[in-house]
């Protein structure tokens, strides 16, 4: 099936150094470090770099933001808090939109594997008919793409939009595939590159190239005494070959001692053999008579093991009788617990619903306690300054009545007192005028007292 394939090739393939061989004497000059190598410079100055690097930054970002989606869709519910709810339902739309491409693309695969097996059914109809069918969900493919791709978009833009929520997804590494770190690693070695290349003048270019024909001349020489040295090493090779056949000439001979050796071995442990056998034989003997005397002794242990099996078969017998009328009351028991449990289990739940009830009763009482609580208290605190404002009344009212009382007896000392000038100085007069009028005036001072104390009783009942 003819799909694109995006494949990331090495960017950048330097020399093989496992081809290259290391001389044992190295020079003063491959001590130094190379200089014409690193640039100059360690920041970029220019805008259009900077632009450059800013973009290259902004891409890796994106990136690493892409390929933890999968991660984050397949534990929608860990992440759900974190993201937000716009994020996942966009993270959640975009996983469902590739596994959508995936299926199609499996099926595709799958359906063109069981077209080549057919192939020599070019001819039948049902072979067009699949074909065509391929077609069109080949032709379905690229606005499925196109869909994923703007989804990818969409979510990416939410995330720019979040950057909480962005660095936590950023931070969670470990969920990456192995193909999306490789990539990332790749973009990340791309950006060494090319910082190092935007860092590099002119000038600093043609010295590093220059500096890397003198390695390529420095190293052709040291090729060419390498390849003396090989040669060297061949000559030695075949001096070592002549004395290993030498060597080898003694193991043989070495070798034919030790077959001698070996022969003499075989005859002694022929007769050890023979030595052994005797000895085995005598053994036998002797092992016959134990297991004869070790028969009789199993038969007689097979006697009391049969009587032991009888005993122990009746005993079980009766322990069996006894389980299972213990498991009969056990099963009554259980039935009769579990019946009373139903029941028990039915009045709890009546009586849970009740006290639910009387439960929000409680509530809406308590609710309505409380506002007869505060209204209480408002009419507590105004009959409190009723009555402390009727005591006050009372209070003075009970001083004005003193008051009066006291101006009462005030007054009538007052007119008895005029009333004795007033004899003092009428004494010359006739004693029947004088009686009659002090008879006349008692009269009315006792009418003019007694409409006082009236009054002062009127204002005191008041």
Known sequence: MALD???????????????????AQTTKKSIIPPKALTPAKTKLTTIETKRIMSVLDETIHKVELVSLLSPAASDSQAWEGTLGPDIMKAVREHEDLCLVLLDRVSYLKEEERKLQEAEEFEDEAWFRERLFAMDVQKSQLPPLMQKIKESTKNVVRLLLSDPQAASLLQAQTLGRSKEAQCFIDSLVELRGFLFEKLLTSPMEARDKIQFIQDITRRNRRHQEIIDTLENELAACVRNRNTEVEKENFVIQELKNHLHQVLKFSENSLLRTKQEAEKQQKADFRASQARVAKIQQEILVLQSQFHNLVMENREAEQALR???????????????????????????????????????????????????????FSQIQAEREILTKKRLEDEQEMVRMVRAATLIQA??????????????????????????????????K?????????GRGKGKGKK
């Open 5 to 23: 394939v995006l494949a990331v090739g090495p960017l950048y393939q330097g020399p093989d150094m496992n081809k290259i061989r290391l001389i």
């Open 321 to 375: 009788k006894k389980k299972y009328k213990v498991e009969t009351e056990i099963e009554n028991w259980i039935q009769k617990y579990d019946s009373e449990m139903s029941e028990k289990q039915d009045e709890y739940e009546e009586l849970d619903i009740i006290h639910k009830e009387e439960q929000l009763q409680l509530e809406e009482l308590k609710k309505r306690y409380d506002v007869l609580v505060e209204e």
């Open 410 to 443: 005030l007054w009538k000392g007052y007119l008895v007192r005029s009333m004795l000038k007033s004899k003092k100085k009428k004494r010359g007069k006739g004693k029947g005028e004088k009686k009659g009028k002090g008879k006349g005036e008692k009269e």
């Open 445 to 453: 001072g006792r009418g003019k007292g007694e409409k006082e104390k």
